[in-house]
């Protein structure tokens, strides 16, 4: 089993749907990442969070410390939100580690 | 416009042929990482270096040579690299080790014949 677990792998959505991707860890964790990544490679920071909910844009973070469980939510999703999203816990046992989730491909179509 | 820049964009190089990755940020960021990136898998963490000094190795084959001359420019310095060693290189800092925000650069795309 893998110490960070993400779901679904795959998402296909229609434009202005709701979407969310879950996260779940095994590991103690100091900070939780979420990140996109779009095709081509580049890679961005979309939230670190160790408590409680995030919010930016039409993207929000929430994360439950007792569950080890973290949701990154898009509203209102658009073609351009298609990437992969990945979740990464960080710190813990392992200080300044990151280890990262499979990803989630995320498509949402016009 | 990423504000982390690394150099080259692309690079094909053979077995024995010796080349060098860079990384250059100017966020005044503490510590730095490089990540290999195979297809359609997530980031491998290879080494992080926390205020120039190495943090960690991810026991990284010694043909991976890690250097940071300053606080603000990373190296990756590879020698007798293999085919399987092919991959996207990401370089990414944050203000401070693993617990502010990362910031990534575009990658270096890595092909070795």
């Known amino acids: 089993k893998n110490e960070v677990e993400q779901s679904p792998q795959n998402l296909t959505a229609q434009e202005g749907e709701f979407i969310t991707i879950n996260c779940s860890y095994s590991?103690?964790?100091?900070?939780l990442h979420w990140l996109q990544q779009h095709p081509g490679g580049g890679i961005v920071s979309l939230f670190m969070?160790?408590?409680g909910k995030k919010k930016h844009g039409r993207l929000i973070a929430t994360i439950n410390i007792q569950e080890k469980h973290s949701s990154l939510h898009i509203t209102a999703s658009h073609p351009r939100d298609s990437a992969v999203y990945i979740c990464?816990?960080?710190?813990?046992?392992?200080?300044?580690?990151?280890?990262f989730g499979q990803g989630t491909i995320l498509t949402v179509h016009p | 416009d990423t504000e982390v820049t690394q150099t080259p964009k692309h690079l094909v190089m053979g077995m024995t042929n010796k080349k060098s990755l860079k990384c250059e940020q100017h966020?005044?960021?503490?510590?730095m990482y490089w990540y290999k990136q195979k297809a359609k898998k997530p980031p491998e963490l290879m080494f992080v270096?926390?205020?120039?000094?190495?943090?960690i190795n991810e026991s990284v084959p010694s043909r991976f040579s890690p250097e940071c001359p300053n606080s603000s420019l990373l190296n990756l310095h590879l020698h007798a690299l293999q085919p399987e060693d092919s991959a996207l290189y990401l370089c990414?800092?944050?203000?401070?080790?693993?617990?502010?925000?990362?910031?990534f650069g575009n990658g270096t795309r890595l092909t070795v014949t």
């Open positions: 966020m005044g960021h503490r510590a």
């Open positions: 270096y926390s205020y120039e000094k190495l943090s």
């Open positions: 990414a800092s944050s203000q401070e080790e693993l617990y502010s925000p990362l910031h």
């Open positions: 590991v103690g964790i100091s900070a």
């Open positions: 969070l160790s408590s």
């Open positions: 990464g816990a960080g710190g813990g046992t392992s200080y300044g580690k990151l280890t």
